[in-house]
């Protein structure tokens, strides 16, 4: 293949867009604010998943509550029925008055244990209110912080993503006065070598491989037509000659 140098000098400019482009691409999969954002997320899933268990503990509670605080009142209740019996002198009978009082008495204990087991579960409900308090408050934070991570990482990828469409206009524009087989080449290399189809020699040191020609190359290269599309032995690459090359 054949190319003008200054074709082939201008694939140059070609590749340094296409590398910025890939530097850029680069640096939106790599902004901080993806991995904060990422380890928000895994946070907030937590922290919910501890409300949501201290929100269902505070339900227990108020269940167990109410039907503590229900067997309460049936048994105060009970007594009192007992109490009024015991006062309106209806029963006479010395054993049926004491097996009477001895009722009243237990459902006393009665009522007092369970009156003790109503004040645990209130205990236990205020510690799950609390904690739903707390869990909701840690939430919300949580929550903040991803709105504000996620408007740094809109804005820093908006920042990039203007840039790279700058850059790929001027590499349209770059591209446009190379010819189509030399770019087409170039294309197809950069697609198999990395990102890197066209590299410079530099004193004697293809820079897309980074290996010195030995002096059997360097003599083809010097032996070479100007015009001529030469090819890296060593990576393939496209080899551009400049003032630099060392020759």
Do not use: F, W
């Amino acid at each position: 293949m054949k190319a003008e140098p200054a074709d082939q000098k201008r694939l140059l400019d070609v590749q340094a867009l296409d590398v910025r482009l890939q530097q850029l691409a680069h640096r939106r999969r790599s902004l901080p604010e993806l991995e904060e954002l990422q380890t928000l997320q895994k946070d907030l899933a937590q922290v919910r998943d501890l409300l949501i268990a201290a929100q269902t503990e505070e339900s227990d509670c108020a269940r167990e509550q109410t039907k503590a605080e229900q067997d309460v009142d049936q048994v105060r209740q009970r007594a009192v029925r007992d109490q009024q019996r015991l006062d309106s002198g209806v029963v006479t009978s010395p054993k049926d008055l004491e097996n009477l009082q001895h009722e009243i008495a237990s459902l006393a204990k009665r009522q007092g244990d369970l009156e003790d087991v109503v004040l645990d579960v209130m205990e236990r409900r205020e510690s799950a209110q609390a904690r739903v308090v707390e869990l909701t408050d840690r939430v919300s934070s949580v929550e903040a912080r991803i709105d504000e991570a996620t408007a740094r990482r809109d804005s820093a990828q908006q920042e990039l993503d203007t840039e790279a469409g700058s850059v790929t206009k001027e590499r349209e524009v770059v591209a446009g006065s190379v010819p189509a087989d030399l770019l087409t080449l170039y294309d197809k290399l950069r697609e198999q070598q990395g990102g890197i189809g066209a590299a410079k020699l530099y004193q004697r040191r293809c820079e897309g491989c980074r290996l010195e020609l030995n002096i059997t190359e360097m003599n083809d290269v010097r032996a070479a037509a100007p015009d001529a599309v030469l090819r890296c032995e060593n990576c393939r690459r496209i080899l551009v000659r400049t003032a630099e090359s060392g020759l």
